[in-house]
């Protein structure tokens, strides 16, 4: 059985669940969306599951009630009691069951869109090196096995302006789950992890995914609220 995993619950956040997937999965396009908000078009340093990443980060930010509406709400008869099975994946025990995700919905239709992100190479550069780095060892979390931080990473290829966060997710190889997952956030008592989405000062984003040793799939955002890259 999945088990969701909650490793710090403040500004910077991770969830984790196990899949029996291995390989990205593509995530049908809505071509109803506003054409505003791909954003990652001309962003060739991006693969696929990382496009789609950053197209449902904006879809949620362009019409948050929508959102809920088109791909939250369908999931509660896909739970049975604690358990939640996303279609086509294995099932996922969570911690607080439907009541998480009926927060969720009813916090996206009362939420305010937002403009969206703005995808930088240099915010993905700084979301690489966690990627690589615990692809090589199994690791979780916002630290390398050397002990840089978020700030730290990102500060190698530039400057935030004041405000970072950083949102991990483990398991998901289907880039929308992967992100209804941090939406639901079942587990974090303060909704980190939604809230950064929904976070009207956070302006650019950078996304890095691959393989994991133990959860499969290992995704890395990184949220801030305006960044000049150093030109690396």
Known sequence: ?????NLMLILFGVLVSTSNNH????????????????????????DTYEK???????KVRNNPARYAADYLEPLKTAYNNKVLTFPGEAPLQTREGVAALEEAIQALKTAAPVPPL????????????????????GGTGHLTKSGWTPQ?????????TSRLAENLVYGY?????AIIS????????????????LDAGFTTVGVAADKHPTYNYFCTI???????????
Do not use: C
């Open 1 to 5: 059985m999945q088990a969701i995993l």
């Open 118 to 137: 703005e995808p930088s190479r240099s915010l993905t550069s700084a979301a690489e090196l966690l990627v690589k780095d615990q692809k090589s060892y």
């Open 182 to 197: 941090l939406l639901i956030d079942d587990g974090v008592a303060n909704r980190g992890h939604r809230a950064n989405i």
């Open 173 to 177: 190889t289907n880039a929308q789950y």
């Open 222 to 232: 990184e949220f801030t609220d305006g960044f000049t890259a150093t030109g690396r």
């Open 23 to 46: 390989e990205p999965a593509n995530t049908p396009q809505d071509d109803s969306w506003p054409e505003s908000i791909n954003t990652v078009e001309q962003a060739f340093y991006l």
């Open 152 to 160: 730290v990473r990102v500060k190698r290829f530039g400057t935030y």
């Open 52 to 58: 789609a990443i950053v197209l449902e980060l904006n």
